[in-house]
């Protein structure tokens, strides 16, 4: 399958868009198919990102780490470029193939997981993460504008959602490989060979996706894509997006540092084996992730497209249900009963994605969707990624003293008032979606094949 015509510098003429744009839309077994290996690659980002956390217990002893510069490293470190780069290539894949930037991305981020296994000190370590972090920038802003090529309104939060499911997928695929990966050879090897994965599926995504034309199912759809200053502008004027990013970032905040932490936290609480943790959450993840996912997505397309308010409100409700889960949880020894507390969470700290992404989508015009999600994912990851496994991290140095091998409990339950925030700014975000949402009128003739 051929790519659409591009200038030079890889940016996309406007009959290009046009004749691949046609392609791209017409058939759903084709928007399946890019929708699906949209999310192999999403799934090999998160396996990527997660994978150390579950490694922190041989990569502490071996290179003796505090839980601090773990916390640096798990977090901030890959936060650091991931944020700040990932405004400018939302900016960039908006004139340019989306599709060049996420080839690029992809074998960044998966050569610098293969690096990471190289690493003999605090530094090496940091620096491999740092790389992860540019490599992933350009991974997940571009794909939600594609989705939202492939995909009408109607349908968008589905699909939007499907993709999220590479978060559970991938962190449980990451928590399980790392695991046994590790126990067959060494946490070295297991980045090595985690870091192949994406270096063997890049070749696949270029040479068999098409780039769609911007804004396919969404009428009135400008060709070029606006300045930086007039995306601003338009952002400034939207409240509900603003409450929505900080609303998702304490979440991922709590989130993140939770994906970092329980590895450790089972280990020191319940004397549980490396093998035995990541199969713990990786049943956590699939059972509980992937239903509450596909449960905030279905609602937010049923609800949503008579009610917008839904798309922060279900999200807010979530997070609320949480609190009561870890209170509990934390407190008790694992087995059955302390499985299914903590398999509820699972599902509820991810309702969020379907909604919330696709709201971002339905708050600016087509042209604007890859910048506005670079500027979103800035804000979320900059609090999630960036502060939450060093916060959670830096509570558990200092309550150590007191708490002993407990004190990642108490960090841990410290941290779930992030959730508390976040619902708070959803509701506030409800007050103000229906006046800041743009009109989705379709098309006025659309392909009846179209998905």
């Known amino acids: 399958m051929s790519h659409s015509p591009t200038s030079s510098l890889g940016e996309i003429s406007p009959a290009g868009l046009e004749r691949s744009g046609a392609g791209a839309a017409a058939g759903t077994a084709y928007s399946l198919y890019v929708l699906v290996l949209l999310t192999l690659v999403y799934i090999t980002n998160f396996i990527d990102r997660i994978v150390l956390g579950i490694l922190v217990g041989p990569i502490k002893a071996e290179l003796r780490l505090s839980d601090s510069e773990l916390g640096l490293i798990g977090g901030t470190a890959f936060a650091l470029f991931y944020t700040a780069l990932g405004i400018p290539v939302g900016w960039w894949a908006d004139r340019v193939s989306r599709l060049r930037i996420m080839t690029a991305a992809l074998v960044c981020w998966s050569l610098f997981t293969a690096l990471t296994g190289a690493a003999h000190s605090f530094l090496m370590l940091f620096l491999a993460r740092l790389g992860v972090g540019v490599g992933e920038a350009g991974g997940v802003a571009p794909a939600y504008s594609l989705i939202a090529d492939y995909f009408r309104p109607g349908r968008r939060a589905r699909a939007l959602g499907f993709y999220s499911l590479a978060i559970p997928i991938g962190s449980a695929l990451g928590y399980l490989l790392g695991g046994y990966l590790t126990t067959a050879f060494t946490w070295r090897a297991a980045f090595v060979l985690l870091g192949a994965i994406g270096v063997l599926l890049a070749p696949v995504f270029l040479a068999t996706v098409r780039e769609p034309a911007r804004g396919t199912h969404d009428a009135g759809t400008p060709r070029r894509a606006p300045p930086l200053a007039e995306v601003w502008h338009v952002l400034a004027a939207k409240p509900a997006f603003w409450l929505l990013s900080l609303g998702s970032g304490c979440g991922s905040l709590m989130g993140y540092g939770l994906l970092f932490w329980l590895p450790s936290f089972f280990m020191r609480s319940d004397g549980m084996s490396l ?174 094949r179209a998905t």
């Open 275 to 448: 093998l035995q943790v990541s199969r713990l959450l990786g049943a956590l993840l699939l059972f509980g992730g992937v239903p509450g996912i596909l449960i905030g997505s279905y609602i937010a397309d049923r609800v949503g497209a008579r009610d917008p308010r839904a798309y922060a409100v279900v999200p807010a409700l979530a997070f609320l249900c949480i609190l009561p889960c870890y209170a509990l949880g934390t407190t008790m020894p694992m087995g059955p009963v302390t499985f299914v507390i903590f398999l509820i969470p699972a599902a509820l700290q991810l309702v969020w994605l379907g909604p919330v992404i696709t709201a971002i989508q339905h708050l600016v015009a087509p042209a604007m969707r890859s910048l506005a999600s670079a500027i979103f994912l800035f804000i979320n990851n900059l609090l999630g990624l960036g502060l939450g496994a060093l916060i959670l991290g830096f509570a558990s140095d200092r309550l150590a003293a007191r708490f002993g091998s407990a004190s990642l409990r108490y960090a841990i339950l410290g941290g779930t008032g992030f959730y508390v925030l976040a619902a708070a700014f959803f509701l506030w975000a409800a007050t103000r979606l229906r006046r800041d949402l743009e009109p989705l009128t379709p098309s006025p003739a659309p392909d009846p």
